[in-house]
Nanobody, 128 residues
Framework: QVQLVESGGGLVQAGGSLRLGCTAS????????MGWFRQAPGKEREFVAA????????YYADSVKDRFTISKDNAKNTVYLQMNSLKPEDTAVYSC?????????????????????WGQGTQVTVSS
């Protein structure tokens, strides 16, 4: 089993920044991808960003590209999501997830159904 624990959510004004962290423990995989998804009240869960096991490939939703940056620290088993220029529409519960069978196709990486392990989520609220 894999345990994913998110941190770093909170309340911030529009234009501000937050950094989310997701620390993994338990079972290890040789080729995996870790992603961030978010879900706002009354809306479906949507893909935000993902990073390959090597850190060499990243993926972003168009809505966050150029504002958010995903990165990973292998020594700490942690993936980060740096969120800048936050907007009220970024308000959501953010969850990290792990897919232990990474296939480098955007259509698969962005699909929540591919991810077997999920964190509990952390609330991000952006005030206008």
């Amino acid at each position: 089993q894999v345990q994913l624990v998110e941190s770093g959510g909170g309340l911030v004004q529009a234009g501000g920044s937050l950094r989310l962290g997701c620390t993994a423990s338990g079972r290890t995989f040789s080729r995996y991808v870790m992603g961030w998804f978010r879900q706002a009240p009354g809306k479906e869960r949507e893909f935000v960003a993902a990073i390959s096991w090597s850190g060499g490939t990243t993926y972003y939703a168009d809505s966050v590209k150029d504002r958010f940056t995903i990165s990973k620290d292998n020594a700490k088993n942690t993936v980060y999501l740096q969120m800048n220029s936050l907007k009220p529409e970024d308000t959501a519960v953010y969850s990290c997830a792990l897919d232990g069978e990474y296939v480098p196709l955007r259509t698969l990486v962005t699909a929540a159904r591919r991810y077997d392990y999920w964190g509990q989520g952390t609330q991000v609220t952006v005030s206008s």
